[in-house]
T-cell receptor
Framework: ETGVTQTPRHLVMGMTNKKSLKCEQH?????MYWYKQSAKKPLELMFV???????ENNSVPSRFSPECPNSSHLFLHLHTLQPEDSALYLC???????????FGSGTQLSVL | GESVGLHLPTLSVQEGDNSIINCAYS??????FIWYKQESGKGPQFIID?????DKRQGQRVTVLLNKTVKHLSLQIAATQPGDSAVYFC???????????FGKGTRLSVIA
């Protein structure tokens, strides 16, 4: 195991639903990340938190809302998603900002 | 309409042979490089890294070579095993405060 745990592993939601993805890291790292991985594109960085402050927001639509309550936990709140948002959402952490990343297993999201 | 997936380069290798996976990077200022392995249904896993002050680094059955002159990185896997079948990504960091940039990946298929 990598020390980064994501839940749920799979999620199916309708376009009007609200759901949240959860990530927890047990590595004592200071930075956490959300990535999107779809069949059509390579890994896309969505958000970066360093010491619980958001330091990167890569033009992500507002229907994705991150939350980092402490250095061990990261959430991605989802609302009114579109079918094209279906993808594998990966959480990662690193000791410092932009050092070697450790990834969770991801949440496979399907939007109907 | 027809969906178009991300077509990854594929390398097919006979079990027991050595594999070489290549990656070209774009930024001559990149000073840190990482190889990741992603198996089906899992997040990317760290394999090996190298800093720009080195041109070779060895791990267990893996070797990373860095050629800064031509901006090329390679991953060599010795005695390839079926468990090595996965998608392999290279990643680079180009400056202290920029995020890791991932390549598109190469799919390695091991033929038993």
């Amino acid at each position: 195991e990598t020390g980064v745990t994501q839940t749920p592993r799979h999620l199916v939601m309708g376009m009007t639903n609200k759901k949240s993805l959860k990530c927890e890291q047990h590595l004592g790292h200071n930075a956490m990340y959300w990535y999107k991985q779809s069949a059509k594109k390579p890994l896309e960085l969505m958000f970066v938190y360093s010491l619980e402050e958001r330091v990167e927001n890569n033009s992500v639509p507002s229907r994705f809302s991150p939350e980092c309550p402490n250095s061990s936990h990261l959430f991605l709140h989802l609302h009114t998603l579109q079918p094209e948002d279906s993808a594998l959402y990966l959480c990662a952490s690193s000791q410092g900002h932009n050092e070697k990343l450790f990834f969770g297993s991801g949440t496979q999201l399907s939007v109907l | 309409g027809e969906s178009v997936g991300l077509h990854l380069p594929t390398l097919s290798v006979q079990e027991g042979d050595n594999s070489i996976i290549n990656c070209a990077y774009s930024n001559s200022a990149s000073d840190y490089f990482i190889w990741y392995k992603q198996e089906s249904g899992k997040g990317p896993q760290f394999i090996i890294d190298i800093r720009s002050n080195m041109d070779k680094r060895q791990g267990q059955r893996v070797t990373v070579l860095l050629n800064k002159t031509v901006k090329h990185l390679s991953l060599q896997i010795a005695a390839t095993q079926p468990g090595d079948s996965a998608v392999y990504f290279c990643a680079e960091i180009s400056a202290r405060n920029t995020p890791l940039v991932f390549g598109k990946g190469t799919r390695l298929s091991v033929i038993a």
